[in-house]
């Protein structure tokens, strides 16, 4: 299957700082990317669809100044929490499909960033 | 609205028992279901697709539009198969493209 990486895998911030997690889909490109929050013991809820060139599309009650999203190319999709709160703090995800002559329709994820704003 | 529903937040069993993790959707016309794992430390994968009707690790789940389900089952359990199993369906409004999860249920399966 493909491969999608995140980094970092672990990150504690102070309350007011900005935290960049990145996204790598590692041996395909992806022209769509997904990114996930997930509270602990609930489900994921999806937040935004990144897409490589444009900007993305945040799901409803998500603000976009607060979690700017950058897909600036066919591997890379990035996630900034600006003045981050402790309200923040949680488990984000990433995912993307693979496409054209390898698009099985799966999603593929990362292994998820936690982050911690203390 | 689009849903997507595991009623059951812990599931735990015996080894060699059945199990079966319930879950249920909420729209009408030809659903596309799918069952994602997430064992302990690793990533949310999947597991199966019911437009493939194949087996996976023992687990089948069966499309039942009457009922509007999709049940994982396994005939007998084993302990690695203690994990977070979620129920997904991708959102039709927006071609298809993005997952609408369930709460997902916690098997545990015991010795």
């Known amino acids: 299957g493909a491969v999608v990486s995140q980094h970092p895998s672990r990150v504690i911030c102070k309350s007011g700082t900005s935290v960049k997690i990145e996204c790598r889909s590692l041996?395909?490109?992806?022209?769509?990317m997904f990114w996930y929050r997930q509270f602990p013991k609930q489900s994921l809820m999806l937040m935004a669809t990144s897409n490589e060139g444009s900007k993305a599309t945040y799901e409803q009650g998500v603000e976009k100044d607060k979690f700017l999203i950058n897909h600036a190319s066919l591997t890379l999709s990035t996630l900034t929490v600006t003045s981050a709160h402790p309200e923040d703090s949680s488990f984000y995800i990433c995912?993307?499909?693979?496409?054209?002559?390898?698009?099985?329709?799966?999603?593929?994820f990362g292994e998820g960033s936690r982050l911690t704003v203390l | 609205a689009q849903r997507v529903t595991q009623p059951e937040k812990l599931l735990s069993v015996f080894k060699g028992a059945p199990v079966e993790l319930k879950c249920n959707y909420s729209?009408?016309?030809?659903?596309?279901l799918f069952w994602y794992v997430q064992y302990s430390r690793q990533r949310l994968q999947l597991l199966l697709r019911?437009?493939s009707r194949e087996s996976i690790k023992g687990f089948t789940a069966d499309l039942n539009k009457g009922e509007t389900s999709f049940h994982l089952k396994k005939p007998f359990a084993q302990e690695e198969d203690s994990a977070m199993y979620y129920c997904?369906?991708?959102?039709?409004?927006?071609?298809?493209?993005?997952?609408?999860f369930g709460t997902g249920t916690r098997l545990l399966v015991s010795p």
């Open positions: 997904a369906s991708p959102m039709k409004n927006t071609g298809f493209q993005k997952l609408v």
């Open positions: 019911h437009i």
């Open positions: 995912s993307a499909r693979t496409s054209g002559p390898r698009y099985t329709g799966e999603l593929f």
């Open positions: 729209y009408s016309g030809s659903p596309e």
């Open positions: 041996d395909f490109q992806a022209t769509t």
